[in-house]
């Protein structure tokens, strides 16, 4: 039963990356592209594992971003669902101090110039950052989500993973657009 939901989960991840969704398309009028990013922010946490030493709450999963991101509100949906038994809690940051508390943070373009800066404030901590922006080599980010012909796409900085004691799959990195 496990392997089936496993593969279940992966066929969705596949679905909403490949292309079957395209911001903008008519066979996807009713998902946004606040809407798409928070599914694929989903399918990044489920298929990342961290260190049990990095893991403060057994009971739930801290995914953070500004309180004036573009995904606020899109990412309140993720509040009622779960992953490995911990419920993902959303928290809206309003002082740097809070990146502390967090498993997932979602830097958006508001923010990309500050990415080095909260790098740092993270002290490699395990967490998995994901920034809304195509260029992410020399700041240390692990995903990096962009917006190309109407589709949106991700790339994945593996060493900036391992630096911080996170596991990406091996099945997220097949369908990544670039793997660094």
Known sequence: MRVYSSIRQLAIAICLITGM???????AHSVNESQLKVALIYNFILFTEWPA????DNKNLTICAKADSELAASLMALEVRSIRNRQLRIQSLTEPADYT????????????TRVSQ??????????????SDEDFSSDGAII????????IVFDVNVT??????????SKLLRLARKVQ
Request: glycine share 6%.
């Open 21 to 27: 969704m395209t911001v903008g398309s008519a066979r």
């Open 53 to 56: 030493s990095a893991i403060k």
């Open 160 to 169: 900036a993973a391992q630096n911080v004691q996170l596991v990406i799959s």
């Open 144 to 151: 990096a989500l962009s917006l190309v012909n109407g589709r």
């Open 118 to 131: 909260i790098e740092k404030k993270l002290d490699r901590k395990s967490v998995l950052t994901i920034l």
């Open 101 to 112: 508390h967090c498993e997932v943070l979602y830097i958006d373009g508001s923010d990309r």
